[in-house]
């Protein structure tokens, strides 16, 4: 199975950035599709950005799009979400997933982000 653990999360100024890590273990994450989510204080868990293996594009919520990226090396079977224009209302528990067929299967425990204004 895969391991997922994020880390980065951390309290930022509005309008300031900052990048999100997921480290997996167990298996590599080229032969998953991988994703980012969140859940605010009184909300329920929201998508953020996926990156899809087949066709290989990216996919984010209409909320953060042209904000935030969400990339991925191989190399170092880590899954990356940079975040730039951070407003108040971006502050959550970050997770990262792994799709396996119809569902995210693998989570990882989440990482705070604190957006102060």
């Known amino acids: 199975q895969v391991q997922l653990v994020e880390s980065g999360g951390g309290l930022v100024q509005a309008g300031g950035s900052l990048r999100l890590s997921c480290a997996a273990s167990?298996?590599?994450?080229?032969?998953?599709?991988m994703a980012w989510f969140r859940q605010a204080p009184g909300k329920e868990r929201e998508f953020v950005a996926r990156?899809?293996?087949?066709?290989?594009?990216?996919r984010y919520a209409d909320s953060v799009r042209g904000r935030f990226t969400i990339s991925r090396d191989n190399a170092k079977n880590t899954v990356y979400l940079q975040m730039n224009s951070l407003q108040p209302e971006d502050t959550a528990v970050y997770y990262c997933?792994?799709?396996?067929?119809?569902?995210?299967?693998?989570w990882g425990q989440g990482t705070q982000v604190t957006v102060s204004s």
């Open positions: 990156m899809y293996w087949s066709p290989s594009t990216t």
């Open positions: 167990g298996r590599t994450i080229s032969n998953y599709e």
């Open positions: 997933a792994a799709r396996v067929g119809e569902s995210y299967y693998y």
